[in-house]
Nanobody, 125 residues
Framework: QVQLVESGGGLVQAGGSLRLSCAAS????????MGWFRQAPGKDREFVAF????????DYADNVKGRFTISRGNAKNTVTLQMSSLKPEDTAVYFC??????????????????WGQGTQVTVSS
């Protein structure tokens, strides 16, 4: 069983930055595939970013490319999401996700086995 714990959410003005972190508990973390999804009120869960822990392959949703950066954290078994140039439409609960096997589609939430509890990000205009 893998536990994912997110941190770093909060309130920021439009144009500002936030850094989210996800700490994962797993013995063989090097084989996992990690990502971030988000869900705004009244909307479906939306793919944000993906990283393969083993290969470093990265993928982003089109609406965050150039503004968000996913990376392996400095601490062991952590993944971070650096968010810049934030917009009010980025307001959502952000979830860290993990998959044991390579997702058929990195943007399909059903391809991930583990989800964190989520952290709220609110961007004011």
């Amino acid at each position: 069983q893998v536990q994912l714990v997110e941190s770093g959410g909060g309130l920021v003005q439009a144009g500002g930055s936030l850094r989210l972190s996800c700490a994962a508990s797993a013995r063989t973390f090097s084989n996992y595939f990690m990502g971030w999804f988000r869900q705004a009120p009244g909307k479906d869960r939306e793919f944000v970013a993906f990283i393969s822990w083993a290969t470093g392959r990265i993928d982003y949703a089109d609406n965050v490319k150039g503004r968000f950066t996913i990376s392996r954290g400095n601490a062991k078994n952590t993944v971070t999401l650096q968010m810049s140039s934030l917009k009010p439409e980025d307001t959502a609960v952000y979830f860290c996700v993990a998959a044991r096997d390579r997702p058929l589609s990195s943007d399909n939430p059903n391809d991930y086995d583990y989800w964190g509890q989520g952290t709220q990000v609110t961007v004011s205009s």
